[in-house]
């Protein structure tokens, strides 16, 4: 199975980051997360875990620029009749704590890769709450982002705590050792897919 990696949004180019808003608020230290820029260094250290098993991957959008949806889409169905599995990258905002994972409307093939990495989350931190929709038996929420409903392989959506959430932000998305973890729960959920032929 071929892994297409998503690193949502923009990154920083000269010091300027690339997207308008997608970061956090300037917290009383003066640091603040720039998401393109997490997003792709949970992406890359995928890249790097993936190599080590020997589990083909292609980077959807390695550029530093914002990436339009559009072509994250295109290049992503280069690889259609291909099994394969896109996964994008985020962190949350609005309010709110822990993780989720997006697929497509609908009951697709999706669902069960959305499902490892609700599991493996949990796996990583049990004390962290898992927004999932249950109401279908799935830790999937169903949405209608482009990037979900236009690419022609299963396709999963992961939001990675709340960058306006200080706590979160600052122990876990900005941290080494927080983003490691992040690294580890997708690392383990792709795995997961990969030997079940997601």
């Not at 983003?179 to 795995?191: L, N, S, T």
């Amino acid at each position: 199975m071929l892994i297409l990696l998503d690193a949502g949004h923009g990154g920083v180019i000269d010091g300027v980051y690339q997207t308008p808003g997608k970061r956090s608020p300037k917290w009383s230290d003066g640091s603040q997360l720039f998401e393109g820029e997490f997003n792709r260094w949970i992406v890359n250290g995928l890249s790097e875990r993936l190599s080590r098993r020997h589990i083909p991957y292609v980077l959807i959008a390695p550029e530093q620029r914002d990436v339009t949806l559009r072509t994250r889409v295109n290049r992503a169905n280069r690889y259609k009749g291909r099994p394969s599995l896109f996964v994008s990258v985020h962190a949350n905002a609005g309010g709110g704590s822990g993780f989720e994972v997006f697929t497509s409307k609908g009951t697709t093939q999706s669902d069960a890769a959305a499902h490892c990495f609700g599991q493996e989350f949990v796996r990583e931190f049990p004390e962290k709450p898992l927004r999932a929709d249950l109401r279908d038996g799935e830790y999937d929420k169903d949405r209608n982002f482009f990037v979900l409903r236009n690419t022609a392989m299963p396709a999963v959506l992961t939001e990675n705590f709340f960058m306006d959430n200080e706590e979160e932000c600052r122990q876990l998305l900005m941290s080494v050792e927080g983003r490691q973890r992040i690294v580890d729960y997708h690392e383990r959920a792709i795995v997961r897919c990969v030997e079940g032929h997601v």
